[in-house]
């Protein structure tokens, strides 16, 4: 397969970016290699600099769930703009989004509009803060919510990918604030709250974590999680930025039947434009500028172009409901295929999914948290990974991050990714 583009482009890049990319998970550093870059997508595919085509099974990392250049978000984006790109200044489009984030996650009373999922988990915590007047938080190893100081410890995605023990810039007296116990492991979590009475202002926690590869939360984790935290005054926070309106119309919150006390959102409620959210109990809500003291802000924030995009979006989702279904039988078949063709190699491996999202993981052990997802054998992964990047499939380029199928990936696309793991 010829990248010379793509080897040009990344040449020409470093000199002016660092690394060459604007986001570390992109540059292949983990799996080697130099990184593709992307001329323009349609469908379930990819389209390279040098014309190589890719079945995507990234999606922007969740937010193209309809698959690329969707029409009625195109037609949106192009109608929004002839109107102005912004205005800094409220719309009626801000007002339907809240309307149709709380239909679809009904618990929800009120919500802001912010421009990326790192900005909707750093607000959501210094709302959490502000309400109990407490300081510290719980998040989960290898769980990752954006790249504010506090989540910055023992954090997945590009974080677990480089081998980052802890990060320069990040205040000691900010990251003690940050406790961490492993994902599944709820005596974890009761002991830290038995060790920090009174103290702990908010537990964050992906539902189902997708940023060391995909985890799944063990049958009544979460529930367990919910009833700690309401009988010591933590508030909940489900970081739903890939969950959310993907492994069902209300996200995890629906699928697991549990209400968080704030939910950020990001990726699909902009469509694939720059878009984030957070929201939920109006007792703490009700504690945000201009309401209440707990200052939070954003000349962009409730964009008219990410609103119109983001709006199309959820609304699809919305009134289509069979969408969920559908995803969920084609990752399914995927699994599957997938299952059967590396145990007749006899390939360890684990395959943990649930709904669109997924990731493969060689190995003998089951993958429950950070420590058995680093356990694993990365160095298949990352030969895994070239072998169906040269077959046309373009994975994550860390065993750290999850798949994300699209409704544009067809039976075909399915069965030749299937094909394309038998060669390997
Ligand atoms: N796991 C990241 C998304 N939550 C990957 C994308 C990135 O950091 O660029």
Redesign the pocket.
């Known amino acids: 397969m010829n990248r010379n583009n793509s080897e040009r482009l990344f040449a020409e890049a470093q000199k002016h970016i660092p690394g060459g990319v604007?986001?570390?998970?992109?540059a292949f550093k983990s799996v080697g290699g130099n990184p593709l870059f992307i001329k323009h997508a349609k469908g379930a595919y990819l389209y390279d600099e040098d014309g190589n085509r890719y079945i995507d099974y990234i999606n922007s990392?969740?937010p193209m769930i309809m698959g690329h250049t969707y029409g009625p978000v195109v037609e949106a984006i192009r109608s929004a703009a002839e109107k102005s790109s912004s205005f800094g200044a409220p719309t009626e489009l801000e007002v339907h989004m809240a309307e149709v984030i709380k239909e679809m996650a009904p618990n929800i009373d009120l919500v802001r509009m912010v421009n990326s999922?790192t900005e909707a988990c750093m607000s959501a915590v210094r709302l959490a803060r502000g309400y109990t007047g407490r300081n510290r938080i719980i998040k989960f190893e290898g769980c990752?919510h954006?790249?504010a100081d506090a989540f910055l410890v023992s954090a997945?995605?590009?974080v677990a990918t480089l081998g980052i023990q802890s990060v320069p810039g990040v205040p000691g007296h900010v990251a003690q604030d940050t406790l961490t116990a492993p994902y599944n492991n709820i005596e974890a979590v009761k002991s830290l709250i038995e060790k920090y009475p009174n103290e702990i202002a908010a537990l964050i926690i992906e539902p189902v974590a997708?940023?060391m590869g995909c985890i799944l939360p063990e049958p009544g984790f979460l529930a367990q999680i919910r009833s700690l935290c309401t009988r010591n005054g933590i508030v909940l926070i489900f970081d739903e930025?890939?969950t959310g309106f993907r492994l069902a119309r209300g996200g995890a919150q629906e699928l697991f039947a549990i209400n968080a006390d704030l939910v950020t959102y990001?990726?699909i409620i902009g469509g694939g434009l720059p878009v984030g959210a957070f929201g939920g109990k109006r007792e703490i809500m009700e504690k945000i500028a201009p309401l209440g003291n707990v200052y939070q802000a954003g000349t962009l924030s409730g964009n008219p172009i990410a609103m119109a995009a983001g709006y199309q979006m959820l609304t699809t989702l919305k009134n289509h409901p069979e969408i969920f279904a559908d995803l969920d039988k084609r990752t399914h078949t995927l699994a599957d295929g997938i299952h059967d063709v590396l145990e007749q190699k006899g390939i360890p491996h684990t395959i943990n999914r649930l709904g669109s999202m997924m990731s493969v993981h060689f190995g003998k052990d089951k993958v429950t948290d950070f420590d058995s997802a680093k356990k694993c054998d990365n160095q298949m992964f990352n030969k895994f990974f070239h072998h169906m990047l040269n077959e046309g499939v373009y994975l994550?380029p860390?065993a750290?991050?999850?798949w994300f199928i699209s409704h544009s990936i067809s039976e075909a696309d399915v069965h030749a990714t299937v094909e394309a793991v038998r060669k390997f």
Not at 22 to 26: A, E, F, I
């Open positions: 604007n986001s570390p998970v992109r990392w969740g999922g990752y954006g790249h997945g995605s590009g997708g940023n930025v890939m990001g990726k994550p860390s750290f991050e999850s």
